[in-house]
Nanobody
Framework: QVHLVESGGGLVQPGGSLRLSCVAS????????LNWYRQAPGKERELVAR??????DYLDSVKGRFTISRDDAKNTAFLQMNNLKPEDTAIYYC??????????????WGQGTQVTVSS
């Protein structure tokens, strides 16, 4: 059974940094696109960053502050978050997806980790 486990969330002051990690098990990691989503209270889940084998893509509001990376040998994805702002407060979720065929997509989610940016 596939598991994605996030860690690294917490409480940080504005301007601070956090590094989120996502470790996958029972998954051929290298084949999957890796994504970080977030969901703030009362808001819809949004894609923050995505990495495949092409240059990564970011939500406009985090460009220049967040960096997504992956270590396929360790089945781990990372999200380095710098210069955090209160509006970054949300539950952050790791997601792995693979378009298996034009009509089927494999999609796995972690349980989420809370990030709170507050003074």
């Amino acid at each position: 059974q596939v598991h994605l486990v996030e860690s690294g969330g917490g409480l940080v002051q504005p301007g601070g940094s956090l590094r989120l990690s996502c470790v996958a098990s029972e998954l051929r990691f290298i084949n999957y696109a890796l994504n970080w989503y977030r969901q703030a209270p009362g808001k819809e889940r949004e894609l923050v960053a995505r990495i495949t084998n092409i240059p990564s893509d970011y939500l406009d509001s985090v460009k220049g502050r967040f960096t997504i990376s992956r270590d396929d040998a360790k089945n781990t994805a990372f999200l380095q978050m710098n210069n955090l702002k209160p509006e970054d407060t949300a539950i952050y979720y790791c997601n792995a997806d693979l378009q298996v065929s034009p009509w089927r997509k494999e999609d796995y989610w972690g349980q989420g980790t809370q990030v709170t940016v507050s003074s």
